[in-house]
């Protein structure tokens, strides 16, 4: 991708990509709301990253790997900032040190959660017999 040729062809295709990502952000993320944002954070970063692009007809899923990432962004630092304000909210003199022993435990409950929503999602694509017969498994 260096002629200028294809640099306005990357443009003119990552533009058009935008619906696509808007939904697949709205997907990823669970929340239709910050959809738009999360697209428009992930045209950002695949224009700063389109040197590593190997060629336009990779331009579909490189996006799409590069939303999952701005939205598994978005949500820990979501779930971080509604989880401080619950504490707030809820407890005057609780300590949160005693709640959240270290900031480790908090990380991997959140990849915990992100991984089983994502693994419900994933199984809900499935076909049905296929899916109970996953499920029978456990």
Known sequence: MHSH???IEFETILAAERNRLVRL?????????AAEDLAQETLIAAWKSRNQLQSLEKLRPWTSAIARNVCLNW???HSREQSHLLY???SEDASFEE?????TSLELELDRYELARLLDQALAL???????????IT
């Open 5 to 7: 040729a294809e640099s």
């Open 25 to 33: 952000c709205a997907w990823f993320s669970g929340n239709p709301g």
């Open 75 to 77: 949500s820990r630092q």
């Open 88 to 90: 707030s909210i809820d």
């Open 99 to 103: 709640e959240l022993p270290d900031e």
């Open 126 to 136: 499935l076909p049905r017999e296929t899916a109970q017969m996953l499920w029978s």
